[in-house]
């Protein structure tokens, strides 16, 4: 997939990026021009992202985990049951890699080699703090569910107590963070352009399908 040559990281390519990386291990080394530091770009990945995948090490292994994310200012939020094993790794204070992405494109290209992705995604470095005070808890569950459909903590119930209870809540802070996004065509040789294979990029997009109420139970006012 596009094996172009490794560029190391040089003060060139860190100028072509919006700004410095905040840390020397976010700095993107391969494919430099392909890095973004600038928070508001990092945000809005964030904010558009469905999922994230967590990473971090249990048992002395690395494991990475599916889940869904909110940001609210500096702080990603993650949630999850009191039983499960990566929330309560995350509310220990754990050391955490979270990522996000968000795929905009199959490139084709002419060889093999040179096929691609278009992608926007974010790595956020750091350490986990458990969220324990009711107030930021009950924020960070509200982010957690507009994330996933604005508006709906506005209808559905809130948590009750025992609910919250069993409920953990931890967060990340973006201070360590960097995106990398990929735009545009194939890159093929030179020599394979007069190739007779189609090249081009496929554009992708995740969309909403038609809401299936769930009859035959009631239903109120606040649908999709
Ligand atoms: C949809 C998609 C498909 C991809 N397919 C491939 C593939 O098939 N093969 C492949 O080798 N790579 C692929 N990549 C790129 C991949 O994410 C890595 O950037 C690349 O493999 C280099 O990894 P590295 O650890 O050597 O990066 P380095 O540049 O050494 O990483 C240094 C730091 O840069 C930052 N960084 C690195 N990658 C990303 C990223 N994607 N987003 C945000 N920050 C980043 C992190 O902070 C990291 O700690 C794909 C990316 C996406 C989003």
């Not at 990092?42 to 249990?58: M, S, T, Y």
């Not at 890699?97 to 795929?103: Q, R």
């Amino acid at each position: 997939m596009e094996a172009d040559t490794i560029v190391p990281p040089t003060a060139d390519s860190a100028d072509a990026a919006d700004a410095a990386p905040p840390s020397p291990r976010t700095r993107v080394r391969r494919h430099p021009e392909r890095g973004v530091y600038d928070r508001a770009a990092i945000e809005a990945i964030l904010d558009e992202a469905a999922i994230c995948h967590v990473g971090f090490v249990h048992d002395g292994a690395p494991v990475v985990i599916p889940t869904i994310h909110a940001r609210i200012g500096d702080a990603l939020y993650l949630h999850g049951s009191a039983a499960s094993r990566m929330m309560r790794t995350l509310a220990a204070g754990a050391e955490v890699c979270v990522t996000a992405t968000i795929l905009d494109g199959l490139v084709l290209a002419r060889s093999v080699a040179n096929h691609s992705m278009n992608y926007r995604s974010v790595v956020v470095l750091g350490r986990a703090r458990p969220v324990e005070g009711r107030e930021e808890k009950l924020a960070a569950l509200r982010a957690v569910v507009e994330h996933v459909d604005p508006g709906r903590w506005g209808v559905a119930r809130h948590p009750n107590e025992q609910e919250l209870h069993e409920t953990l809540v931890a967060a990340v802070s973006l201070g360590e963070a960097s995106a990398k996004v990929r735009t545009g065509p194939p890159k093929d040789d030179p020599d394979d352009l007069a190739l007779p294979v189609w090249a081009g990029v496929v554009p992708l997009r995740m969309a909403r399908g038609e809401p299936v109420p769930d009859e035959p139970r009631g239903q109120g006012p606040g649908g999709p």
